[in-house]
Nanobody, 122 residues
Framework: QVQLVESGGGLVQAGGSLRLSCAASGRTFSFAPMGWFRQAPGKEREFVAVISAGGITAYANSVKGRFAVSRDSAKNTVYLQMNSLKPEDTAVYYC????????????????WGQGTQVTVSS
């Protein structure tokens, strides 16, 4: 079993920054991709970013150049640095891990955190 706990969300003005953290416990963390997803009210959960066990990253086009994902395997923690935030970034952000073949798809992930709210005011 893997447990994931997100933190770092909050209210920020447009143009501001936040750093989300996802602390993992249990086995397999070091060898599995870690993904970030978000879900805004009335919308489907969407892919934000992913980092492989080897540190390879990928991003949704909507956040590319503004967000950066990183991981600290010694601390069992993955981070999402969010800069130049926009009101459309407002959502609940989730981290997840799993071994599915399509890292941009939510179906590839077996374990999810409870989510942390990010609200960007205009």
């Amino acid at each position: 079993q893997v447990q994931l706990v997100e933190s770092g969300g909050g209210l920020v003005q447009a143009g501001g920054s936040l750093r989300l953290s996802c602390a993992a416990s249990g086995r397999t963390f070091s060898f599995a991709p870690m993904g970030w997803f978000r879900q805004a009210p009335g919308k489907e959960r969407e892919f934000v970013a992913v980092i492989s066990a080897g540190g390879i990253t990928a991003y949704a086009n909507s956040v590319k150049g503004r967000f950066a994902v990183s991981r600290d395997s010694a601390k069992n923690t993955v981070y999402l640095q969010m800069n130049s935030l926009k009101p459309e970034d407002t959502a609940v952000y989730y981290c997840a891990t799993g071994r599915g073949l399509t890292p941009s798809s939510a179906s590839a992930y077996d374990y999810w955190g409870q989510g942390t709210q990010v609200t960007v005011s205009s």
